[in-house]
């Protein structure tokens, strides 16, 4: 027998070297075309839990971009009466996920679960600060973010449309020390559904007829934070002329309210036309205005736009692509004897409170790096909080500084807090010492 190879074999058993190396091309090539047709990694809609107090039992759902900015902003987007986180996120609010994106800012979106899907922005504990209802729950879900995302405080905006955008302008009255600004799309002046008779609707504000004047709007706003004397969240309204469902005259009853709110004349200091059926008035003199109104005419209740959107975007500060920073590690240093002081404000309901911690530097020297450590009354127990870590829950406590907020400068003052449940004692801590040294209570 012969031992030379037949035209085209090798000794390879018996296999040609033409067909072994089309067979592994057409190997790479399913690989290849299977890498391909995976789809790569990206953010998603994730629910949370857990996530503090939450009273009326809402639904937390956060978008976070894969490109997240260090120190993000963070909106706060407030569905519809029917609506829901995705649907929101999906639809209506679809270009602020577009921009998280390319900014690199975080998303919290509460969703109501009572039947209609609705806010509650009628009865008494919904319209007074740390009240027990929605707005509780929905504080709750920025503190978390705030932990978690290592959110800008001078950067939480909220947003929302119809419903939502009652809740925007809630939010903006209860919380005004923790939301910088507020776009809301077809809804109606902060306190304006209020009910006494369990309902949930209110009529003759939804048929624009419960009209006041701008000191009493205002009045009303101040009411649901009494003794509140800082800033308010810039506000930016919009509304369609053809609504029948919150009708038209209510754009003008909020654009009354937050210009009496923030102390500014009623009459436009511009008028523009950014679309030929928009006409955008805003008020006082800053930059950006601190009150905005768009009305667009022969729009019905179904904004927002696109391009509406977009002038939110812009309005509420969340085009600002992300930046980097350099991380520093801080090594404490406790401030002379008696040389800090704090002050504490508890705001209570039912079983469950707020408190707000304001520490001051009262020294020469600045406090690089600290932890303040304070006993809770018993039956009191932390369930979230903001601008520090807090460990544990309950008893002794220490808080400990975050990473933007770890230098306090002579004579400079910040403010951390909590949220906590009680079972009847609502007090603050009778003491607080910062890095050691006990600090006197204002």
Same mark, same amino acid.
Request: hydrophobic share 35%; with cysteine; proline share 6%.
């Given at each position: 027998?012969?031992?030379?190879?037949?035209?085209?074999?090798?000794?390879?058993?018996?296999?040609?070297? =033409?067909? $072994?190396?089309?067979? $592994?091309? $057409?190997?790479?090539? =399913?690989?290849?075309?299977?890498?391909?047709?995976?789809?790569?990694?990206? %953010?998603?809609?994730?629910?949370?839990?857990?996530?503090?107090?939450?009273?009326?039992?809402?639904?937390?759902?956060?978008?976070?971009?894969?490109?997240?900015?260090?120190?993000?902003?963070?909106?706060?987007?407030?569905?519809?009466?029917?609506?829901?986180?995705?649907?929101?996120?999906?639809?209506?609010?679809?270009?602020?996920?577009?921009?998280?994106?390319?900014?690199?800012?975080?998303?919290?979106?509460?969703?109501?679960?009572?039947?209609?899907?609705?806010?509650?922005?009628?009865?008494?504990? =919904?319209?007074?600060?740390?009240?027990? !209802?929605?707005?509780?729950?929905?504080?709750?879900?920025?503190?978390?973010?705030?932990?978690?995302?290592?959110?800008?405080?001078?950067?939480?905006?909220?947003?929302?449309?119809?419903?939502?955008?009652?809740?925007?302008?809630?939010?903006?009255?209860?919380?005004?020390?923790?939301?910088?600004?507020?776009?809301?799309? =077809?809804?109606?002046?902060?306190?304006?559904?209020?009910?006494?008779?369990? !309902?949930?609707?209110?009529?003759?504000?939804?048929?624009?007829?419960?009209?006041?004047?701008?000191?009493?709007?205002?009045?009303?706003?101040?009411?649901?934070?009494?003794?509140?004397?800082?800033?308010?969240?810039?506000?930016?309204?919009?509304?369609?002329?053809?609504?029948?469902?919150?009708?038209?005259?209510?754009?003008?009853?909020?654009?009354?309210?937050?210009?009496?709110?923030?102390?500014?004349?009623?009459?436009?200091?511009?008028?523009?036309?950014?679309?030929?059926?928009?006409?955008?008035?805003?008020?006082?003199?800053?930059?950006?205005?601190?009150?905005?109104?768009?009305?667009?005419?022969?729009?019905?209740?179904?904004?927002?736009?696109?391009?509406?959107? %977009?002038?939110?975007?812009?309005?509420?500060?969340?085009?600002?692509?992300?930046?980097?920073?350099?991380?520093?590690?801080?090594?404490?240093?406790?401030?002379?004897?008696?040389?800090?002081?704090?002050?504490?404000?508890?705001?209570?309901?039912?079983?469950?409170?707020?408190?707000?911690?304001?520490?001051?530097?009262?020294?020469?020297?600045? $406090?690089?790096?600290?932890?303040?450590?304070? #006993?809770?009354?018993?039956?009191?127990?932390?369930?979230?909080?903001?601008?520090?870590?807090?460990?544990?829950?309950?008893?002794?406590?220490?808080?400990?500084?975050?990473?933007?907020?770890?230098?306090?400068?002579?004579?400079? !003052?910040? #403010?951390?807090?909590?949220?906590?449940?009680?079972?009847?004692?609502?007090?603050?801590?009778?003491?607080?010492?910062?890095?050691?040294?006990?600090?006197?209570? %204002?």
């Amino acid at each position: 027998m012969s031992n030379a190879h037949p035209a085209g074999r090798t000794s390879l058993d018996g296999l040609s070297l =033409a067909g $072994v190396i089309a067979a $592994v091309l $057409v190997l790479i090539a =399913a690989v290849a075309l299977s890498l391909v047709a995976q789809p790569a990694q990206a %953010a998603s809609l994730v629910r949370v839990t857990n996530f503090g107090s939450n009273p009326t039992g809402l639904n937390m759902y956060v978008y976070a971009p894969d490109r997240l900015a260090e120190r993000p902003a963070l909106l706060v987007m407030v569905h519809y009466c029917t609506g829901s986180a995705s649907a929101v996120h999906n639809g209506g609010g679809r270009d602020y996920v577009t921009a998280a994106d390319r900014n690199g800012y975080v998303i919290v979106y509460p969703e109501a679960t009572r039947d209609g899907h609705c806010f509650d922005v009628s009865t008494q504990n =919904a319209l007074r600060r740390n009240g027990g !209802s929605d707005s509780t729950g929905i504080m709750s879900m920025v503190s978390y973010a705030r932990q978690r995302y290592n959110v800008d405080p001078q950067r939480i905006v909220v947003s929302g449309i119809s419903s939502g955008a009652m809740m925007t302008n809630v939010l903006a009255a209860q919380y005004p020390d923790v939301f910088s600004a507020g776009a809301a799309f =077809a809804g109606v002046p902060a306190g304006c559904f209020a009910t006494t008779d369990g !309902s949930m609707w209110n009529s003759q504000c939804s048929g624009g007829t419960l009209l006041k004047t701008p000191q009493q709007w205002g009045d009303q706003a101040r009411a649901m934070y009494p003794g509140y004397t800082g800033r308010y969240p810039r506000m930016q309204l919009w509304h369609g002329t053809a609504d029948t469902t919150l009708a038209y005259p209510n754009f003008g009853e909020a654009l009354d309210q937050w210009t009496n709110v923030h102390g500014v004349s009623r009459t436009p200091t511009t008028t523009d036309q950014p679309q030929p059926n928009w006409t955008r008035t805003r008020y006082g003199t800053g930059t950006p205005a601190v009150v905005e109104g768009i009305s667009a005419q022969g729009t019905g209740h179904d904004v927002p736009t696109a391009g509406m959107v %977009a002038h939110a975007i812009t309005f509420l500060g969340l085009d600002r692509p992300p930046t980097t920073t350099t991380s520093t590690t801080t090594t404490t240093t406790p401030p002379p004897s008696q040389g800090c002081s704090v002050k504490a404000v508890v705001n209570a309901w039912n079983t469950g409170l707020t408190e707000t911690i304001t520490i001051t530097n009262t020294s020469s020297t600045p $406090v690089n790096g600290w932890s303040l450590q304070f #006993t809770l009354p018993g039956g009191q127990t932390i369930t979230s909080g903001w601008s520090a870590t807090y460990s544990p829950g309950s008893g002794q406590v220490t808080a400990r500084n975050v990473q933007y907020n770890g230098v306090i400068a002579p004579n400079a !003052s910040i #403010t951390i807090g909590f949220q906590a449940t009680h079972t009847g004692d609502h007090s603050a801590p009778a003491s607080y010492s910062l890095n050691g040294n006990t600090c006197s209570v %204002a």
